[in-house]
C-alpha cells in the first residue's frame, strides 16, 4: 500500500498547506495531495491552505478551493508541502498548531526536521517527485497528474536542472501519458510573461552587473520601481533564471525589495558554486543550483558584498 494511504487510512479530517509566495512545485504537490484525497477518499474532509496563486495556474483542477485564509477548525493531520521549516508558512501557523499529527513531505536539504514526521528526499527533483512516489499510481487522476507535471517542470527548469533525473523524467513520462497537454502546461505556466512583467525583465537585464571577473552577476528592483509598474513578488519570476544565462556567469543573484527593511534574494548557480550552503547561512534555504533568503542588511550592496565572500570562499575550497 502507497504510504499515504496507510497515513490518512481512518482519519475523518486533513489539512494541506505549502510555503509563502507559492511556486509551481508548492501550488503543484499541495493541489496534487487534494486532488488526490478529493477523488478517492470522499468520507474524508480535507482544506488547502495557500496563499493566492498566480493566475497562469487556473488550469489546474480545484484551485479556486484553495483557502488564503486559516480557520481554527482542529484538523487529525496537516501535511506541509515543499516547507523547509515552520516559518516558511506562517500565515496558517493556528492550522498546523491546531493540527493533531503534523506531517511535512519536502526535498529541500535545508529541512529542519519541524514536523512529528518528516518525509523527505533531498536528491529529488521537487516535492511533487517526492509525492508522487507515496500514492498509488493506479489512483492517480489526470488532474493529479497535471498537478504533478507542473511542479516538476517549475522546479527543474523544464527538465534543464541537475536535480532532473531518470526517475524525474519516468514520472514526467507518466504524467503524460495520463492526457495532460504538457505542452500548453510548459508555454502558459513557465515561459508565459504579461506585457508588464517583460518590461520589468528587461530593465532588470538592462541595469543587471557583472562582478568576480564576469563569474557573477546580479540586478535589484526596488519598491518605487515595483510601485511604478504595479508588481509585486510574483511577478518577477525568471529573472534570476535569464541572469543566470549570461555567458560566463556561474552565480547570478536577483534581490527585490519586500519593504522598507526587507529584501528579497534569489541566487541560481550552475554547476560549482552551492547557493543553498550561502542561503542556509542567511537563514534561508533552498537546492544545490537554485536557493534564496530574505535580508534586512541595509543596503543591496552590503547584501552583494556577503555573497561575494561567501562565493570567494568556495572558489577558495575547490581550489585546494
Given amino acids: 500500500m502507497a504510504q499515504i494511504e496507510k497515513i490518512i487510512e481512518g482519519l475523518d479530517s486533513v489539512a494541506i498547506t505549502g510555503h509563502v509566495r507559492p511556486d509551481g512545485d508548492c501550488i503543484g504537490s499541495t493541489l496534487a495531495l487534494y486532488n488526490y484525497i478529493k477523488e478517492n477518499h470522499k468520507s474524508i474532509d480535507v482544506s488547502l491552505f495557500l496563499e493566492k496563486a498566480g493566475e497562469e495556474f487556473n488550469y489546474l483542477s480545484r484551485i479556486e478551493e484553495i483557502k488564503n485564509d486559516a480557520d481554527d477548525k482542529k484538523y487529525d493531520l496537516i501535511f ?9 508558512f506562517e500565515p496558517f501557523s493556528q492550522v498546523y ?20 514526521l518528516t518525509i523527505l528526499e533531498a536528491d529529488a527533483s521537487s516535492t511533487c517527485e517526492v509525492l508522487f512516489t507515496l500514492l498509488d499510481s493506479e489512483k492517480i487522476s489526470k488532474t493529479v497528474a497535471e498537478c504533478i507535471y507542473t511542479g516538476i517542470i517549475h522546479d527543474t527548469g523544464v527538465f534543464k536542472y541537475s536535480c532532473t533525473k531518470r526517475r524525474t523524467m519516468e514520472i514526467a513520462g507518466f504524467c503524460m501519458d495520463m492526457g495532460i497537454d504538457y505542452s500548453s502546461i510548459i508555454d502558459n505556466s513557465f515561459y508565459k510573461k504579461t506585457y508588464v512583467q517583460n518590461q520589468i525583465l528587461g530593465r532588470a537585464l538592462l541595469e543587471s552587473v557583472l562582478f568576480y571577473n564576469g563569474k557573477c552577476i546580479f540586478s535589484f528592483v526596488g519598491k518605487q520601481e515595483m510601485d511604478f509598474y504595479g508588481i509585486d513578488g510574483k511577478d518577477l519570476g525568471g529573472v534570476v533564471e535569464q541572469l543566470r544565462l549570461t555567458d560566463g556567469v556561474e552565480v547570478a543573484i536577483f534581490i527585490y525589495q519586500v519593504d522598507e527593511e526587507t529584501y528579497k534574494v534569489s541566487m541560481r548557480s550552475k554547476s560549482l558554486i552551492d547557493v543553498a550552503k550561502i542561503a542556509t547561512a542567511y537563514g534561508g534555504g533552498g537546492h544545490a543550483r537554485a536557493a534564496g533568503f530574505n535580508s534586512k542588511l541595509k543596503n543591496v550592496h552590503a547584501i552583494i558584498n556577503k555573497i561575494s565572500e561567501d562565493v570567494e570562499r568556495q572558489y577558495g575550497e575547490l581550489d585546494k
Fill in 80 to 88: 506541509c508541502m515543499d516547507s523547509s521549516s515552520a516559518d516558511r
Fill in 97 to 116: 498548531e491546531n493540527a493533531g499529527k503534523k506531517i511535512c513531505i519536502d526535498h529541500h536539504v535545508s529541512n529542519t526536521g519541524y514536523a512529528d
